[in-house]
C-alpha cells in the first residue's frame, strides 16, 4: 500500500492550459513537500506547505494543503514547456526524519 | 560550493560483485540520505544518517551498507549485487534543523545495472 498518492500518473497537455495534479493520504502529516525532477537530474524542491488549508504561490505554480492536512494539490496556470518533468510530494513519518516519496505525476507540456 | 556529489554516474555490475557508490556534500550538512528510484515506485529511502557515527535504515534497506565516518562522506555499499538492485540511486542532504520539513539537496545520481 503506498502511503501518498498521486494523480494522474500520466498528463501530456499543450503549451498555455491549465492543469492540477493531487497528492493524496489517508494520514495526517504535519507538512508536505513538493519536489520536481527534470531528465538525469535529482528532484528540487519547490515548496514546503505546514499549516492546514495553506495556500502557497510560486510564479505560475499554486500549492495547497488540505484543511485536515491529509492531502494537496498543485495548480499550473499557462503551463509552458519548461515546466515539463517529474512532480513528486513527500512528506516524513511522525516523529522521524525518514521521507517518504509519492509515485509521481509526469507531465508533458508541448509547445 | 560544489552541492552533492556522487559518482560514479553509470556503473554496470555482475550479479554477486561488490561496489560502494561515493556520495560527498561541502555544505556542512548534517543529515544524509539514500534513494532508490525505479519506474512507477518514486523514492524510496535506503539508509540515512543524521550526523556523523550515525545511521539508520529507511524503507528498502536490506542488501546495502552504510556508514558516516566524516560529515561530508556517506558511502552506499552493496556487499552482493542482485539485479533487483538494478536501478538509479540518488544521494541527498539537508540541513538538520530540528524541523522535518527542510530541503533535501540531491545530487545527480548514479545509475546502475546488475546483470
Known amino acids: 500500500t503506498q502511503l501518498l498518492e498521486q494523480s494522474p500518473q500520466f498528463l501530456s497537455i499543450q503549451e498555455g492550459e491549465n492543469l492540477t495534479v493531487y497528492c493524496n493520504s489517508s494520514s495526517v502529516f504535519s507538512s508536505l513537500q513538493w519536489y520536481r525532477q527534470e531528465p538525469g537530474e535529482g528532484p528540487v524542491l519547490l515548496v514546503t506547505?505546514?499549516?492546514?488549508?495553506e495556500v502557497k504561490k510560486l510564479k505560475r505554480l499554486t500549492f495547497q494543503f488540505g484543511d485536515a492536512r491529509k492531502d494537496s494539490s498543485l495548480h499550473i496556470t499557462a503551463a509552458q514547456p519548461g515546466d515539463t518533468g517529474l512532480y513528486l510530494c513527500?512528506?516524513?513519518?511522525?516523529?522521524?526524519?525518514?521521507?517518504?516519496f509519492g509515485t509521481g505525476t509526469r507531465l508533458k507540456v508541448l509547445a | 560550493n560544489a552541492g552533492v556529489t556522487q559518482t560514479p554516474k553509470f556503473q554496470v555490475l555482475k550479479t554477486g560483485q561488490s561496489m560502494t557508490l561515493q556520495c560527498a556534500q561541502d555544505?556542512?550538512?548534517?543529515?544524509m540520505s539514500w534513494y532508490r528510484q525505479d519506474p512507477g515506485m518514486g523514492l524510496r529511502l535506503i539508509h540515512y544518517s543524521v550526523g556523523a557515527g550515525i545511521t539508520d535504515q529507511g524503507e528498502v534497506p536490506n542488501g546495502y551498507n552504510v556508514s558516516r565516518s566524516t560529515t561530508e562522506d556517506f558511502p552506499l555499499r552493496l556487499l552482493s549485487a542482485a539485479p533487483s538492485q538494478t536501478s538509479v540511486y540518488f544521494c541527498?542532504?539537508?540541513?538538520?534543523?530540528?524541523?522535518?520539513?527542510?530541503?533535501?539537496?540531491f545530487g545527480p545520481g548514479t545509475r546502475l545495472t546488475v546483470l
Open positions: 513527500a512528506v516524513t513519518t511522525s516523529g522521524t526524519y525518514k521521507y517518504i
Open positions: 541527498a542532504s539537508m540541513h538538520h534543523s530540528g524541523g522535518a520539513s527542510n530541503e533535501q539537496f
Open positions: 506547505v505546514v499549516t492546514g488549508g
Open positions: 555544505m556542512n550538512h548534517e543529515y
